[in-house]
């Protein structure tokens, strides 16, 4: 019983030396960055990573690393050999998902396929040859209620297409005669102010490619995948 007391003791007087010392180094990592890297003086976080002697530096969603002085700055990934893990795209995922019930559907028109208990949130420019190919494969999905946000990303031209869409009586019918049908969409005009919100929301989520989906339960998937895989993450999310 005496052991595991001074056992208990020795820990409690290590953690309580390691505070200070881990701030005293993420104090040190901050000021010698900020001064190095002027771009670098709005660093989020300072937090320590497995490796031994190398910190995370997050700037937003942007994950970077450095020594325990910040004398070296170093971009790329971690892995974890043993559990085959890629723990810096992990983390990059945990930062930039969505809550789904936080989605801005306002600024989405929705299409519902069978009883429309499962959902997803797809985000595409209407220029986005990945996208059609999306589309096309996600016809197979039933029972879905999809979230669709325009977001034109590839060009002035997307932009245009965006707003017939937008402004079209029917959206979703003709967000299909021009993705899956290759119908051409007439002009259009009304407020397509959602579609400036859709990309500003994207911004800020670090949305940088089309088509990038969101499930029911956050999971993020940026590029088209196959239908069996959206039955898949659809199957998971319940």
């Not at 559990?83 to 789904?100: G, M």
């Not at 005669?177 to 102010?193: E, F, N, T, W």
Request: glycine share 6%.
């Amino acid at each position: 019983m005496k052991l595991i007391k001074i056992s208990l003791l020795a820990a409690l007087a290590a953690a309580s030396f390691a505070a200070p010392l881990a701030q005293a180094q993420e104090a040190t990592i901050r000021k010698n960055l900020g001064e190095r890297i002027p771009q670098l003086q709005k660093i989020d976080e300072v937090s320590r990573t497995p490796l031994n002697g190398i910190w995370e530096v997050r700037v937003g969603t942007e994950i970077l690393y450095t020594d325990s002085e910040g004398n070296y700055l170093i971009q790329g990934s971690i892995i974890d050999a043993r559990q085959k893990r890629n723990l810096t795209e992990e983390r990059v995922e945990k930062l930039t998902a969505v809550d789904f019930d936080t989605l801005p559907v306002k600024d989405a028109f929705t299409i519902v396929r069978g009883n429309g208990k499962r959902k997803m949130a797809v985000f595409e420019d209407p220029n986005c040859g990945y996208c059609k190919r999306f589309e096309r494969d996600l016809q197979k999905i039933d029972n879905v209620t999809i979230h669709m946000f325009l977001y034109p990303i590839l060009g002035p031209d997307s932009s245009e297409k965006s707003r017939n869409i937008w402004c079209a009586r029917d959206k979703g019918k003709a967000w299909l005669d021009l993705m899956v049908r290759d119908q051409a969409i007439p002009a259009a005009s009304c407020d397509a102010s959602a579609i400036a919100r859709n990309l500003e929301f994207g911004k800020k989520h670090k949305i940088t490619g089309t088509p990038t989906i969101f499930f029911g339960d956050g999971s993020r998937v940026p590029g088209a995948i196959p239908a069996a895989q959206v039955e898949k993450y659809l199957a998971e999310a319940k």
